[in-house]
T-cell receptor, first 109, second 116 residues
Framework: GQNIDQPTEMTATEGAIVQINCTYQ??????LFWYQQHAGEAPTFLSY??LDGLEEKGRFSSFLSRSKGYSYLLLKELQMKDSASYLC??????????WGAGTKLIIKP | GAVVSQHPSRVICKSGTSVKIECRSL??????MFWYRQFPKQSLMLMAT?????????EQGVEKDKFLINHASLTLSTLTVTSAHPEDSSFYIC????????????FGNGTRLTVT
């Protein structure tokens, strides 16, 4: 079956760096997405990786290793507003999105 | 700015009534839109794929007669929850993609439905 694994919850300190991991097993691969979702709101797009390597976008970076079925989202210079759930999603060979359960990130002052 | 608009953002209705939720792509044509449901502290669950000009494709376990989807134009899809019950109370979110294949989804702001 298809499966996306990411930690349920993580805690980090304001100003620090945090890495959220995502491992996947899917029928084919057409890219991996990271979304941010604040409580009670819809998800917002953060990043898209389809080739191996690191994609940097401001304070956020996303890494992909297709051979390992692994990705991570790296958040630098954490701010209180970064407290949210971070969703990993993989697009399979049928261009269907398979969603992880999300990682709740708690930022402490 | 927002590229997908969803309305209403919150609705409270009585058990047995029907509720319609609208999803509009604001500056692009979306031949395909997606409807999700999210219960508290749970991940998004795809309910159905809405195809312009044809019948929606429902995921297993989703009642197509209860959750009516209409995609009458390239910029509008509607979800109607018919004969709503308290267990239908949830956060409903629509999304659309600008292009084909692996273009990222853009989400509406979601609709918080409470059935009393």
């Amino acid at each position: 079956g298809q499966n996306i694994d990411q930690p349920t919850e993580m805690t980090a300190t304001e100003g620090a760096i945090v890495q959220i991991n995502c491992t996947y097993q899917t029928s084919g691969f057409n890219g991996l997405f990271w979304y941010q979702q604040h409580a009670g709101e819809a998800p917002t797009f953060l990043s898209y990786n389809v080739l191996d390597g690191l994609e940097e976008k401001g304070r956020f970076s996303s890494f992909l290793s297709r051979s390992k079925g692994y990705s991570y989202l790296l958040l630098k210079e954490l701010q209180m507003k970064d407290s949210a759930s971070y969703l990993c999603a993989v697009m399979d060979s049928n261009y269907q999105l398979i969603w992880g359960a999300g990682t709740k990130l708690i930022i402490k002052p | 700015g927002a590229v997908v608009s969803q309305h209403p953002s919150r609705v409270i209705c009585k058990s047995g009534t029907s509720v319609k939720i609208e999803c509009r792509s604001l500056d692009f044509q979306a031949t395909t839109m997606f409807w999700y449901r999210q219960f508290p502290k749970q991940s998004l669950m795809l309910m159905a794929t809405s195809n312009e000009g044809s019948k929606a494709t429902y995921e297993q376990g989703v009642e197509k007669d209860k959750f009516l989807i209409n995609h009458a134009s390239l910029t509008l899809s509607t979800l109607t929850v018919t004969s709503a019950h308290p267990e239908d109370s949830s956060f409903y979110i629509c999304s659309a993609s600008r292009g084909e294949g692996s273009s990222p989804l853009h989400f509406g702001n979601g609709t918080r439905l409470t059935v009393t």
